[in-house]
């Protein structure tokens, strides 16, 4: 009887990475598991091993990316607001695809399908942690939501590159973390 294949972590890292690019490249109703698994150096065997199928691949995209930028988060935490907000542009425009895809909605419409909460809510954890000693318990979650909504706004126009002038993107972004700092300051 012959042996099933395994798969490794590298693998799942790789499909993983031509599928985010894919999917940002053609959108995701225009990826194939075969494309995917081709441009990974694969067999679509793999996907449906490692993930079941398409849309739970999608739905890993996300979640990976999550955890990825909670990581970068969770890295720099104890350095406070301003680090977390400069960490949140730095990741994000070293990994423009994932950060398109995990925020534009895309394959959340497509496949009718949100990744994990846990696994989101994860990733904003660092920061709800950081304001939790600057607001009061009951503000903390609108807090987040309004750092992160700025932030966020900023990162995003500068991906797009759809300013209609030549923008220093890193003295724009200087001024909205220090705003950040400001609404939110240190007790």
């Known amino acids: 009887m012959a042996r099933p294949p395994l798969y490794d972590d590298a693998l799942r890292e790789r499909l993983l990475a031509a599928t985010a690019a894919m999917v940002d ?54 350095d406070g607001l301003r680090t977390l907000g400069l960490a949140y542009r730095d990741w994000a425009t070293k990994n423009p695809a994932l950060y398109r895809l995990m925020f534009n909605g895309s394959i959340t419409t497509l496949i009718d399908c949100r990744p994990d909460d846990e696994k989101t809510g994860a990733a904003m954890a660092p920061l709800i942690r950081t304001l939790a000693d600057r607001v009061p318990a009951d503000r903390v979650t609108a807090a987040a939501l309004t750092v992160w909504a700025q932030v966020h706004g900023a990162v995003s126009l500068e991906l797009a590159a759809v300013t209609p002038v030549a923008v220093d993107w890193d003295a724009v972004y200087d001024e909205v973390v220090t705003a950040v700092e400001r609404a939110f300051p240190a007790s």
């Open 25 to 78: 490249e053609k959108g995701p109703e225009r990826v194939s598991l075969r494309e995917i698994a081709q441009t990974a150096g694969t067999s679509t065997s793999a996907v449906y091993a490692l993930f079941g199928g398409k849309n739970e691949m999608l739905v890993a995209v996300i979640e990976n990316g999550f955890a990825s930028f909670g990581d970068s988060q969770a890295a720099v935490e104890a």
